[in-house]
C-alpha cells in the first residue's frame, strides 16, 4: 500500500492593512457598549447650543469633532472578498453636513461646526407648526446640500425622534431614512414651514447591475463620486474604512484636487495638521506623519501648532512601502482656505497619488464583482514609487 502523500500547509492569502483595520473596527463596534442615546443627545445639544456659534468661524486644527459625520476612505485599490458585504450609491455634490430638527427649529452644519442654514422644516419638530410629542425630541440626519435645487440628499441617519442609531446596521439605517422620511411632508417643495426638502439618496446592493446603476443611472443631482458602505458598519464619526469612497472623470468634476484659484496644480498637493513638535500630519486616528518643520522655518513663517498647512509633492519625493505612501521632502505652499476643518486623510493622499498615475477604472470594479470577489482598498497600490 502506498504511503499517503505529503501533506501540504495551507497558505493563508495575506491581509492586507485596510481589511485588518476593518475587522478591528467592527470588532471595535461589537465590544463597545456605550451609552448611544448619550451620544445622541450629547450631538444633538452640540449642534443646536448657541456657544457653538463659536465655531461658526472656521478655527484652524480644532482637535474637536463634535460635528463631524462619516468620512469615507477614499479607495484606490481591490482586492479579493464578498462584494455583498457591500451598499454602493452616487454620492451628491454639494456641502457635507449634520442636521438637527428640535423644538420647532432645524440647523445643519459644516464639518468644521459653522451653521449653514437655520430654517423651518418637516422633520419632526423641525418647526413651530410640525412640534409632535416632546418639543425636545430630536432627529439628526447625515446630509449633502445640494445648491442647484436647494435640497437635502440624507446619506444616513444618527437619530429620529430621539431613538438613536448609532449602534444600527448601516443596512437598517437605510432602511430607516427612506421608511421613515416617508412618514412626513419633508420631501415635498418648499413652503413656508418647510424652506428646503428632503430626499433620500437611490442605495443598491453591491452587485454589477447596483454598480451600474449607481455609475450610469441617472439622479437629480450632480454626482460626486460613489460611495460604499460596509452593511454591517455602525455609525462612527471620524475616518473609517467601513465606508469608502471612489470617484472617475465620468461621475466627478472633481477627481485631481485643485489649488486656492480652483487649477489642477502639477504637483500633488497635500493639507497636513502641524504639531507641538513640528510634526506635519494627517487626521488618521492614529494620524500618519509625512515630515516636520524645524522651529526656525515656524517662527519666521509665524506658524503655530494646530495651523492645517498646504504642501506640494514632487513624484521622484514619494516611495510606496507595504501600502503606506511614504515622502521624503515637503514644499510649503501656504495655508488653506480657513473655511477647512480638518488635514487630508492618507488615503486621500494615496488616492490622489494613484489617481495621477495609475487610477482604480469603473472596468476593474466590474471584473471584480463579476468573479464575486470584491473589496475596495485604500492601501497596497501597485505602482512604482
Known amino acids: 500500500m502506498a504511503p499517503p502523500p505529503p501533506h501540504r500547509p495551507y497558505k493563508r492569502p495575506?491581509?492586507?492593512d485596510q481589511q485588518r483595520r476593518r475587522?478591528?473596527?467592527?470588532?471595535?463596534?461589537?465590544?463597545?457598549?456605550?451609552d448611544a442615546q448619550a451620544r445622541a443627545r450629547s450631538l444633538a445639544n452640540s449642534l443646536l447650543s448657541p456657544s457653538s456659534a463659536a465655531a461658526d468661524t472656521a478655527v484652524?486644527?480644532?482637535?474637536?469633532?463634535?460635528?463631524?459625520p462619516t468620512v469615507a476612505e477614499a479607495a484606490s485599490k481591490l482586492r479579493g472578498s464578498d462584494a455583498r458585504?457591500?451598499?454602493?450609491?452616487?454620492?451628491?455634490?454639494?456641502?457635507?453636513?449634520?442636521?438637527?430638527?428640535?423644538?420647532?427649529?432645524?440647523?445643519?452644519?459644516?464639518?468644521?461646526?459653522?451653521?449653514?442654514?437655520?430654517?423651518?422644516?418637516?422633520l419632526p419638530n423641525g418647526s413651530k407648526r410640525d412640534i409632535s410629542g416632546p418639543a425636545s425630541s430630536y432627529?439628526?440626519?447625515?446630509?449633502?446640500?445640494?445648491?442647484?435645487?436647494?435640497?437635502?440628499?440624507?446619506?444616513?441617519m444618527i437619530c429620529w425622534r430621539g431613538y438613536s442609531l448609532y449602534d444600527c446596521t448601516a443596512e437598517f439605517r437605510f432602511f430607516w431614512v427612506n421608511s421613515k422620511?416617508?412618514?412626513?411632508?419633508?420631501?415635498?417643495?418648499?413652503?413656508?414651514?418647510?424652506?428646503?426638502?428632503?430626499?433620500?439618496?437611490?442605495?443598491?446592493e453591491c452587485t454589477l447591475q447596483g454598480l451600474q446603476a449607481a455609475y450610469s443611472g441617472s439622479t437629480p443631482y450632480v454626482k460626486d463620486g460613489l460611495l460604499f458602505y460596509n452593511k454591517h458598519a455602525h455609525y462612527l464619526a471620524g475616518i473609517t474604512p467601513l465606508a469608502l469612497v471612489w470617484k472617475d472623470e465620468a461621475c466627478s468634476q472633481y477627481v485631481i484636487d485643485t489649488d486656492s484659484k480652483g487649477q489642477v496644480p502639477s504637483e500633488q498637493h497635500i493639507v497636513l495638521d502641524l504639531?507641538?513638535?513640528?510634526?506635519?500630519?494627517?487626521?488618521?486616528?492614529?494620524?500618519?506623519?509625512?515630515?516636520?518643520?524645524?522651529?526656525?522655518?515656524?517662527?519666521?513663517?509665524?506658524l503655530r501648532p494646530g495651523n492645517l498647512l498646504r504642501f506640494a509633492v514632487k513624484d521622484e519625493r514619494v516611495k510606496l512601502?507595504?501600502?503606506?505612501?511614504?515622502?521624503?521632502?515637503?514644499?510649503?505652499?501656504?495655508?488653506?482656505?480657513?473655511?477647512?476643518?480638518?488635514?487630508?486623510?492618507?488615503?486621500?493622499?494615496?488616492?490622489?497619488?494613484?489617481?495621477?498615475?495609475?487610477?482604480?477604472?469603473?472596468e476593474d470594479l466590474v471584473a471584480s464583482i463579476q468573479s464575486n470577489n470584491m473589496e475596495l482598498e485604500s492601501t497596497d497600490v501597485e505602482m512604482q514609487g
Request: glycine share 6%.
Open 14 to 16: 495575506a491581509i492586507s
Open 23 to 34: 475587522d478591528l473596527a467592527l470588532q471595535a463596534q461589537s465590544a463597545r457598549r456605550a
Open 275 to 302: 504639531q507641538e513638535d513640528g510634526k506635519l500630519t494627517t487626521s488618521d486616528d492614529p494620524p500618519v506623519v509625512f515630515g516636520s518643520l524645524d522651529n526656525e522655518f515656524i517662527q519666521k513663517s509665524n
Open 85 to 122: 458585504r457591500w451598499h454602493v450609491f452616487a454620492r451628491p455634490a454639494g456641502k457635507r453636513c449634520l442636521v438637527v430638527s428640535c423644538n420647532g427649529i432645524t440647523i445643519s452644519r459644516l464639518r468644521n461646526g459653522s451653521i449653514l442654514h437655520r430654517f423651518p422644516s418637516a
Open 139 to 156: 432627529s439628526i440626519l447625515d446630509c449633502i446640500f445640494h445648491e442647484p435645487d436647494e435640497t437635502y440628499y440624507i446619506i444616513d
Open 60 to 68: 484652524e486644527g480644532d482637535s474637536e469633532r463634535d460635528h463631524e
Open 321 to 362: 512601502v507595504d501600502g503606506k505612501m511614504e515622502i521624503s521632502e515637503l514644499q510649503f505652499v501656504g495655508k488653506p482656505n480657513r473655511a477647512r476643518a480638518f488635514a487630508d486623510s492618507h488615503s486621500k493622499a494615496l488616492f490622489q497619488y494613484a489617481a495621477r498615475h495609475a487610477p482604480l477604472r469603473i
Open 181 to 204: 422620511l416617508m412618514e412626513t411632508t419633508a420631501g415635498d417643495p418648499p413652503s413656508t414651514y418647510h424652506r428646503y426638502r428632503f430626499s433620500a439618496v437611490p442605495i443598491y
